[in-house]
C-alpha cells in the first residue's frame, strides 16, 4: 500500500476529509477529529488526513488543560485499547492503526500508541505515516539513539517529506552527537538523511515516483553533487565548530568532566589543533581515567596525525626539502620504540620556507 494524496482516496473518504478540514478552522475539534477518524478507517495511508488528525488531537489536548488528573484519566482508558491493537497488528495493521488512534484521541503523546502506528505503517509501507510518529516518540525520549535513528532512517525511506521534517530529523541526531561525537552508527545516520536530502533537491526522488526525466537529472546533477560536497564538509566544520563551543563552556562549569575533556580532545584533534589536543588529552592522563589503554592509543595516534600534517606543510620546492622530510620521517619511525606516549619529545613548530 501506497501513500495517497486527497486526489488519490475514495471520493467518499474526499468528501468526509473536506468537511473535517473546515470544522477544524471553525474550532470544531470534536467534530474534526471524528471525521478524519472515519476517513483513516477506510483509507489508512491518507497522510494529510493523518497530518490533519494529529493537530486536531494536540490542539483538543493543549485546550483541555493538561495537569496530572487530566493526564490520569486520560491514560486511564488506554491500556486495553492498546492490547487489543496489539492483537490486531499482526493480521491487520490498518485496524490496529485506528485502534491506536482512538487512544491518541484523548491522550496524543501516547508512546504506546504511536508505536503501534509506526508498526502498523511500516506492515503497510507508510513511511510518512511512521514518520510523523517517530517524532513524537523521539520527542517523548530524547535521549533514545536508537529511537533516533530510527527516525532518520523513516525519514530517509520516506523521501519526500518537508524540508523542516527532514530538519528536525537533523536537528535531532546533531543533539545526540553532542555528547557522542564519536558514535559511528549516529554519523552513518546523519550522512543517510543528509544524502537523502540532496537527492530529493536534485530531481532524484521524482524520478523514482516515475516524475520529472533523466534531462532534469542530468541538467542539475553537477550543482547537486556540488551542493551535496558542500553542505558535507560545512556541515562537518560547522557541527566541530559548535561542539567545541559547547563542550567549552560546560568545561567552565564542570572542570573535572574527564569523559567531557576526552571527547574535547577528539574534537581539537579531528579539527587538526593537535597541540591543543595533546594538551587535553594530558589533563585525562593525570586523572583517575589515565590508565585507560584507549587513552594512550589516541594519544600515540594524533602525535602521528601531527607529524603527517607536519609533513604534508612543508614547502615542496624548498632546497632542503627532502631532508625536512627524512628528518620528520625519521622522529615519527621513532614512535614505534615501545617508549609511553608521554614521554615522548615534544615536536616544535619548524619555520616553512615561502614560495
Known amino acids: 500500500m501506497a501513500e495517497k494524496t486527497v486526489n488519490e482516496v475514495s471520493r467518499e473518504a474526499r468528501l468526509l476529509f473536506t468537511k473535517g478540514s473546515e470544522a477544524a478552522q471553525r474550532?470544531?475539534?470534536?467534530?474534526?477529529?471524528?471525521?478524519?477518524?472515519?476517513?483513516?478507517?477506510?483509507?489508512?495511508?491518507?497522510?494529510?488526513?493523518?497530518?490533519?488528525?494529529?493537530?486536531?488531537?494536540?490542539?483538543?489536548?493543549g485546550s483541555g488543560g493538561t495537569g496530572f488528573f487530566k493526564k490520569m484519566m486520560s491514560g486511564a482508558g488506554s491500556s486495553p485499547q492498546i492490547a487489543k491493537a496489539k492483537m490486531v497488528?499482526?493480521?491487520?495493521?490498518?485496524?490496529?492503526?485506528?485502534?491506536?488512534?482512538?487512544?491518541?484521541?484523548?491522550?496524543?503523546?501516547?508512546?504506546?500508541?504511536?508505536?503501534?502506528?509506526?508498526?502498523?505503517?511500516?506492515?503497510?509501507?507508510?513511511?510518512r505515516t511512521a514518520a510523523l510518529s517517530y517524532e513524537t516518540?523521539?520527542?517523548?525520549?530524547?535521549?533514545?539513539?536508537?529511537?533516533a535513528i530510527e527516525f532518520a532512517q523513516a525519514l530517509a525511506a520516506a523521501g519526500d517529506v518537508s524540508e523542516s521534517e527532514n530538519n528536525r530529523g537533523e536537528k535531532i541526531l546533531m543533539d545526540l552527537l553532542r555528547d557522542n561525537p564519536s558514535d559511528g552508527e549516529l554519523n552513518t545516520a546523519l550522512k543517510n538523511l543528509s544524502a537523502r536530502k540532496t537527492m530529493d533537491q536534485g530531481g532524484y526522488a521524482a524520478l523514482e515516483k516515475g516524475e520529472g526525466s533523466f534531462?532534469?537529472?542530468?541538467?542539475?546533477?553537477?550543482?547537486?553533487?556540488?551542493?551535496?560536497?558542500?553542505?558535507?564538509?560545512?556541515?562537518?566544520?560547522?557541527?566541530?565548530?559548535?561542539?567545541?563551543?559547547?563542550?567549552?563552556?560546560?568545561?567552565?562549569?564542570?572542570?573535572?568532566?574527564?569523559?567531557?575533556?576526552?571527547?574535547?580532545?577528539?574534537?581539537?584533534?579531528?579539527?587538526?589543533?593537535?597541540?591543543?589536543?595533546?594538551?587535553?588529552y594530558g589533563r585525562v592522563k593525570n586523572s583517575e581515567m589515565g590508565n585507560d589503554p584507549s587513552l594512550d592509543t589516541a594519544i600515540a595516534n594524533t602525535i602521528v596525525k601531527r607529524f603527517d600534517h607536519q609533513i604534508s606543510t612543508i614547502n615542496p620546492f624548498a632546497a632542503d626539502h627532502?631532508?625536512?622530510?627524512?628528518?620528520?620521517?625519521?622522529?615519527?619511525t621513532g614512535l614505534s620504540d615501545g617508549r609511553r606516549p608521554e614521554a615522548r619529545r615534544e615536536i616544535p613548530d619548524r619555520p616553512r620556507h615561502p614560495l
Open 89 to 127: 497488528l499482526g493480521k491487520n495493521p490498518g485496524e490496529a492503526m485506528a485502534i491506536a488512534e482512538q487512544v491518541l484521541n484523548g491522550d496524543p503523546n501516547n508512546s504506546s500508541a504511536h508505536r503501534i502506528i509506526v508498526d502498523g505503517a511500516q506492515a503497510l509501507e507508510l513511511p
Open 322 to 332: 627532502s631532508d625536512q622530510v627524512a628528518n620528520l620521517q625519521a622522529e615519527k
Open 215 to 280: 534531462r532534469d537529472i542530468l541538467k542539475n546533477k553537477t550543482e547537486a553533487v556540488s551542493l551535496e560536497q558542500q553542505n558535507r564538509v560545512v556541515k562537518n566544520e560547522d557541527v566541530t565548530e559548535r561542539l567545541i563551543g559547547e563542550y567549552e563552556t560546560r568545561l567552565q562549569t564542570e572542570p573535572n568532566n574527564q569523559k567531557l575533556t576526552r571527547s574535547l580532545a577528539d574534537l581539537y584533534r579531528d579539527k587538526k589543533d593537535f597541540d591543543k589536543a595533546l594538551e587535553l
Open 137 to 147: 516518540l523521539v520527542k517523548n525520549s530524547p535521549k533514545d539513539r536508537n529511537l
Open 27 to 61: 474550532d470544531n475539534t470534536d467534530y474534526a477529529i471524528s471525521l478524519f477518524n472515519q476517513v483513516l478507517e477506510k483509507e489508512p495511508g491518507f497522510y494529510d488526513c493523518r497530518k490533519a488528525l494529529r493537530e486536531a488531537q494536540l490542539k483538543k489536548a
